[in-house]
Nanobody, 123 residues
C-alpha cells in the first residue's frame, strides 16, 4: 500500500500549484483522505480533508478560500489545488488515507501516509 504525493515545487508568492496523491496497492475510494503539511521547525498540521464520496470537506482556517481539495475515485487519486500561495505555505505536504469513510483534522484518524512533496513559495 503506497500513497505517492507529487506536484510540489518552487513558486512565487501569489502563484498556484496542484498537488496529487495517487494510491497504489489498494483502493481508497471508501476512505476519507486528507492533506497535512510540516514547515521547517514546526509540527505537522492539518490542511484539508475530503470524505469518500467527495463530501465532508473541511479546511484549516489559514487555507480557506485559497486551497481546494478534490478526489477522483476512478483514478484512486486526491488533489489539492493551491492558489494565492504565500511564503508561509512553504512546507512538506503529506497526503493521508483515513481509517474510515471520513477524515478529520486529527492525524490519529489516518492510517496511511504518503512520503510528502516539498512546496516552496518565494516572496
Amino acid at each position: 500500500v503506497q500513497l505517492q504525493a507529487s506536484g510540489g515545487g518552487l513558486v512565487q508568492a501569489g502563484g498556484s500549484l496542484r498537488l496529487s496523491c495517487a494510491a497504489s496497492g489498494r483502493t481508497f475510494s471508501n476512505n476519507g483522505m486528507g492533506w497535512f503539511r510540516q514547515a521547517p521547525g514546526k509540527e505537522r498540521e492539518f490542511v484539508a480533508t475530503i470524505g469518500w464520496r467527495g463530501g465532508g470537506i473541511y479546511y484549516a482556517d489559514f487555507v480557506k478560500g485559497r486551497f481546494t481539495i478534490s478526489r477522483d475515485n476512478a483514478k484512486n487519486t486526491v488533489y489539492l489545488q493551491m492558489n494565492s500561495l504565500k511564503s508561509e505555505d512553504t512546507a512538506v505536504y503529506y497526503c493521508a488515507a483515513a481509517r474510515s469513510s471520513t477524515g478529520t483534522r486529527s492525524e490519529a484518524s489516518y492510517a496511511y501516509w504518503g512520503q510528502g512533496t516539498q512546496v516552496t513559495v518565494s516572496s
